[in-house]
């Protein structure tokens, strides 16, 4: 090859990895900063939080939680950990089997947790996570404050430092709080600062809630004494450590001040923190643990915000960034404001080691279990954002809860490993009329596992997942079931689409399109696999990839599946097996594309969900419809609402979802860098010379 030809190819390629849309390096604290978040008064869907993607914080206009019930009908406050897992005693002894329904499945009886039995609701609900303390001002003299006492609001969230700074004045008296999060630690910083501390009018507030087992948005409850117990297990001038314990879950809380000061207990489970000092100012930590020894630190207020500083300067600077403000089109800010702020929130909740709730640790949803076909859209973004670390920690999960998804398959008769839908930490399936019949996570971990080999193609990869791919696809093999009048592999009876629309008729479902695209492709890619760590190709997952059912087609569209035809709603999940998949041997472009544009045109947007949008873009890029990605995008429905402070609104039941912020993030990082085999430039973005898209850090989709 010409060496001047060899050289511009290089150059090529360099320029297309890093953005070549404008190959100025992106100044990143700018971007981040120009999407600060501010608020002049009390929004109740639109708290703020900070925290470190394990613990997470989220305050009040005061950036403490002083007004607690004046967000309980938006985004409760709330102080949670990745390890805040309650579980009440199982005093009947209730077992997963107690809810068997036995359903048909080509002549076996596979038993479903679908029953109504007594023990339904308490395996529903059980375990759950937790609210932690509630943190607030009070008064001295023991009455909470007024919303007509504050006045003068203005606070803002510092997404660069993930720092919350609030100003505002209690019955005239200025007040200034600072809130942040330790980094490594589930630690609280502040820093407060007022004439009221100094003439005891003010202190802070500290109250240990009862675990919730409600099914709503509130982790705890704050009415209970009995059935727990808080008390102070060791105290001094500025140092006090306390014990809250219900049933087996036990954790301690220190607290911590720079001055002077006494905590006591003015009622069963609530402190009161009062200045001793005479000071207007004073810092404040207050830290949680499931172990006292851990607490033993000797850190202070100004190396907290030290570490804080530099892990977010790191995680700013260390990530893909996307700058879009050389743009004409006056949607590119509220875009990038979305791009900036999803990135915040998924970074202060869902760098846990477990997949997180559709909430994540701002509050609950489904008793706070999580729901393994949402982790794609909670973590998938990390590895295209150049920070797979956070994909790949939770992972070992997966391992820890192989048995119990073994058992599981084998309980129904199947081979393999069968994953389940909704969950907590110890990976048993939650009774549910519907996900017990979703298959769609299933092939996840493979997924996963490729893109942690792509970036690391190593042995070290290889011996982490080789033998959890090979269980997950032994479970899919023996899942279908051949027709021998249709010479192919199906999916279902019973069967439970992505959509799930169809819940009412899993006895009589079959081959949902996306499920049946992913059953090819997760079954080829786990050969692919065994190739690499040396073994022989199964030929059996081969050949069942290459016989799956064809993707169902009505009236020259594909459908969810076939024999369910129902309205034009829901999750439109036939797009999927074109988007979230890339092309396959199944594919016809022309029909995806009259698919595509069908649903833009007739789909009902009501009964569409957070990632449904995300979804529908990616398929619009890979189809060469930038226009019809944007449009997706950004449409103007209620499902599709970004709050100010970045939470995709669903619904007051609902009024944050992770997976949306996930999914908008997983499609930009394809807008910019494409996918495998994809050569132009900044695919996802129309070349009308209304868009200037830089972009560094990012990689492509599959």
């Known amino acids: 090859m010409n060496i001047k030809r060899l050289i511009m190819i290089t150059f090529l390629f360099a320029c297309y990895g890093a953005g070549m849309a404008g190959s100025n390096k992106i100044d990143r604290k700018a971007l981040v900063m120009r999407h600060n978040v501010t608020q002049t008064h009390i929004d109740k869907f639109s708290p703020l939080s900070v925290g470190n993607g394990r613990f997470c914080y989220t305050a009040d206009v005061t950036g403490m939680q002083t007004f607690p019930e004046l967000y309980r009908e938006g985004i409760p406050l709330s102080t949670m950990s990745e390890w805040g897992w309650h579980r009440f005693p199982n005093t009947e002894n209730y077992q997963l089997s107690d809810v068997f329904k036995y359903v048909d499945a080509y002549g076996k009886k596979v038993p479903y947790p679908i029953g109504s039995s007594p023990g339904h609701e308490y395996l529903r609900a059980n375990p759950h996570q937790t609210g932690l303390a509630l943190i607030g001002l009070q008064k001295t003299e023991g009455k909470t404050l007024s919303e007509r006492e504050l006045s003068e609001s203005c606070q803002q969230l510092n997404v660069w430092e993930g720092t919350l700074e609030s100003r505002f004045k209690l019955s005239g008296s200025p007040v200034e709080v600072t809130t942040l999060c330790h980094p490594d630690k589930d630690e609280l910083a502040y820093r407060l600062k007022s004439p009221l501390f100094s003439e005891k009018r003010l202190g802070v507030r500290i109250c240990f809630p009862f675990p919730s087992v409600a099914f709503g948005k509130e982790p705890a409850v704050w009415d209970i004494e009995d059935g727990h117990r808080s008390w102070i297990v060791r105290s001094g ?85 996307v700058d879009l403000s050389g743009s004409k089109d006056r949607r590119w800010k509220e875009l990038e404001r979305r791009i900036v702020l999803s990135q915040y929130l998924t970074a202060i909740q869902s760098r846990q080691q477990y997949p997180p709730q559709e909430t994540g640790l701002t509050c609950n949803s489904w008793y706070g279990k999580f729901h393994l076909e949402m982790h794609w859209w909670h973590s998938v973004h990390f590895a295209l954002w150049n920070r797979s670390d956070y994909l790949s920690n939770t992972l070992g999960w997966y391992d820890e809860i192989f048995e119990v998804a073994k058992s599981y398959a084998a309980t129904q008769g199947y081979k393999g490993v069968r994953w389940p839908k909704m969950i907590g930490p110890d990976g048993m399936e939650a009774p549910s009329g519907v996900g017990p019949l979703l298959v769609w996570q299933q092939p996840h971990p493979i997924f996963y596992a490729e893109l942690l080999y792509r970036e690391n193609p190593t042995q070290e990869t290889l011996n982490r997942f080789g033998d959890l791919i090979d269980a997950t696809a032994e479970f899919m093999f023996d899942y279908a079931h051949w027709d021998a009048s249709r010479k192919c592999y199906v999916l279902g009876p019973p069967i439970i689409s992505a959509r799930e629309g169809n819940n009412g008729t899993f006895r009589e479902n079959i081959n949902p399109a996306f499920e049946l695209a992913y059953w090819s492709w997760g079954l080829k890619k786990a050969n692919d696999w065994r190739e690499r760590m040396g073994r022989k190709r199964n030929a059996g997952w081969d050949r069942m990839a290459d016989q799956m059912a064809p993707w169902p087609i009505v ?7 076939e024999s369910v035809l129902e309205k034009d709603g829901g999750h439109p999940t036939q797009l999927a097996a074109y988007g979230f998949l890339p092309a396959s041997a199944y594919l016809d472009k022309v029909v995806m594309h009259k698919t595509l544009r069908h649903v833009l045109d007739n789909w009902d947007w009501a009964e569409t969900w957070g990632w449904d949008f995300p979804l529908i873009a990616m398929t619009a890029i890979r189809l060469n419809e930038p226009e019809w990605a944007l449009e997706a995008l950004l449409k103007n429905v209620q499902k599709n609402t970004y709050l100010p402070n970045g939470h995709n609104f669903q619904n007051e039941g609902l009024p944050l979802y992770l997976p949306g912020n996930g999914g908008l993030l997983t499609v930009v990082a394809m807008m910019c860098a494409g996918w495998d085999g994809c050569l132009e430039e900044n695919p996802g973005f129309p070349k009308n010379g209304q868009w200037s898209v830089k972009w560094e850090g990012l990689k492509p989709a599959f």
Do not use: P
């Open 237 to 321: 001038d500025n140092d006090w450590l306390i014990k809250h314990q219900t049933d087996d879950f036990v954790y301690y809380c220190r607290i911590r001040t720079s001055v002077k000061a006494a905590l006591r207990e003015t009622s069963c489970h609530n402190y009161f923190l009062e200045l001793l000092s005479g000071k207007d100012e004073f810092t404040l930590l207050v830290d949680f643990s499931t172990d006292e020894n851990t607490l033993n630190t000797s850190d202070d207020y100004a190396s907290a915000v030290r570490a804080n500083g530099q892990a977010w300067e790191t995680f700013w600077m260390s990530g893909g960034a």
């Open 555 to 561: 009236n020259g569209v594909y459908v969810e599946a």
